[in-house]
């Protein structure tokens, strides 16, 4: 029995990344060049500014209510050390 040949499938070169022209940078990669992409930095960095704004604005509040409340409790100490 003589064995068919073998036909082998032509040999395609593998699928470069497209060459960058004046609108965008070779650094980047395929997914990131795509339209609509370009505010999503902008969307994080407003979340990270928002929320370390209220840590900072909580982390006031709490310093301003304990300041208070040792404020209190000395004017009430000092009043009691008055009146005997």
Same mark, same amino acid.
């Given at each position: 029995m003589p064995s068919a040949p073998v036909v082998l499938p032509p040999v395609k =070169? =593998? #699928?470069l990344p497209p060459v960058a022209d004046a609108s965008h940078t070779s650094l980047m990669s395929p997914?990131? *060049?795509e339209e609509g992409?370009?505010?999503d930095w902008a969307v *994080? !960095? #407003?979340v990270a500014l928002v929320a370390e704004i209220g840590l900072l604005w909580g982390a006031a509040c709490i310093? !301003? #209510?304990r300041r208070r409340v040792a404020l209190s409790h000395a004017e009430s100490r000092a009043e009691q050390d008055r009146t005997g």
């Open positions: =070169p =593998p #699928a997914t990131g *060049v992409d370009g505010t *994080v !960095l #407003a310093v !301003l #209510a």
